[in-house]
């Protein structure tokens, strides 16, 4: 995949821009509040209707204004598409590719992107659902059947949380919520274990040789080993389900699925979130996210956008070589830095300067 133009109306900091790109590294710097950070998270909205950082389309509107569009000119296999986002305050946002207007799921079909930025040491160091929103963004960008599942398990949790609330019997719901939830588990777990091969490969590369390693750790009781079947889950996520019935109707919410599964990391042997450092933190969420970038590739055929915020930040000048050698390895990725880009950088890419809001092609 590679995006060849963008149009910005009044998204976060910018007024109006427009700009096209390389295939390669296209490289932005400038300083801190210039709009670096701004600017990837318009090119994740183009490709899949929403932040990379969660943020409401409220707040993605530029200050004091009522709307917002993106529009862009994406290419996949050899075809070149127009994407339009555009979102206006008391309506729904609307996504149009090819002048048609779509679903935002269609855009997770058609395309994908990956971003990492100096946000997702969260994912190492705070709360599960840091760790959950990290699986649910790309393995729905992996699987329409995981985006699917996903949604309708959702809205069956929300229909028993509901009955909970009310002190109505749950047990109603439970059957289709077990039956979403084994799915997106099984989904999970296959996951998780072929990200973690080349995850630890990547950090270890970047670390040079320090250890890493992530687990999987759903809030169902599942046997040890690995390999069970959808029906296995399922009776473990029932027997899990009475053994916290009282629990459950005490609190008057469901504790129980995968609203509340988690993944344990480990670096250099200790458990990353309590005695991992800034520089593990950033080295494995890095890891974690070029992982993803070749599993997507592999799994769908295109290479992903990839947006690269920020990711010298924390990082010891080898750690940064070595990421900066690897870059020829990708299709396309927009990097930005608040510093001059190294030399090394330099070499392989177009070079853009934003300056309050504003881009200026300095290559």
């Not at 994740?44 to 209707?49: A, D, R, S």
């Not at 969260?122 to 709360?127: A, D, E, F, K, N």
């Not at 009955?163 to 719901?173: R, S, V």
């Not at 993803?292 to 690269?308: M, Q, T």
């Amino acid at each position: 995949m590679i995006v060849k133009k963008i149009k910005i109306a009044n998204f976060r900091n910018f007024t109006s821009l427009e700009s096209d790109f390389v295939p390669g590294s296209n490289i932005f710097f400038g300083d801190n509040g210039s709009g670096k950070t701004n600017f990837l998270e318009s090119l994740f909205v183009l490709c899949l209707g929403r932040s990379q950082l969660g943020a409401a389309d409220t707040i993605l509107m530029r200050q004091d204004e009522d709307c917002y569009r993106l529009e862009g000119v994406i290419e996949k296999d050899g075809r070149s598409r127009e994407i339009a986002v555009a979102y206006q305050k008391g309506y729904r946002k609307k996504i149009t590719i090819e002048g048609v207007v779509v679903h935002p799921a269609e855009l997770f079909e058609n395309f994908c992107a990956v971003s990492t930025g100096p946000e997702d040491s969260v994912i190492l160091s705070g709360p599960p659902s840091s760790r959950r929103t990290f699986l649910d963004m790309y393995l729905s960008q992996l699987s329409q059947r995981y985006l699917s599942e996903l949604t309708d398990y959702h809205r069956v949790l929300a229909q028993k949380n509901a009955a909970l609330k009310n002190e109505m019997d749950p047990a109603p719901f439970e059957p289709l919520l077990i039956a979403h939830g084994a799915r997106i588990m099984t989904q999970r777990i296959d996951f998780l274990n072929t990200l973690r091969e080349r995850a630890v490969a990547y950090y270890g590369e970047v670390s040079r040789g320090e250890k890493f390693d992530l687990k999987y750790q759903p809030s169902v009781n599942l046997p040890e080993e690995n390999g069970f079947s959808v029906k296995e889950i399922e009776r473990a996520f029932q027997r899990t389900l009475d053994d916290h019935y009282d629990k459950e109707s005490y609190l008057k919410t469901a504790i129980v699925g995968p609203h509340r599964d988690d993944i344990f990391f480990e670096t250099a042997g200790l458990p990353a979130r309590q005695f991992g450092s800034q520089g593990q933190w950033r080295t494995a969420a890095i890891a974690l996210k070029l992982g993803v970038y070749h599993l997507l590739k592999e799994k769908r055929g295109a290479a992903p956008i990839l947006l690269l915020d920020e990711i010298f930040a924390e990082l010891d000048r080898s750690r940064r070589d070595y990421l900066i050698k690897s870059f020829g390895e990708f299709s396309q990725l927009f990097l930005t830095t608040a510093s001059e880009p190294p030399p090394l950088l330099l070499e392989s890419g177009r070079c853009y300067k934003i300056t309050n809001g504003a881009l200026e092609d300095v290559s």
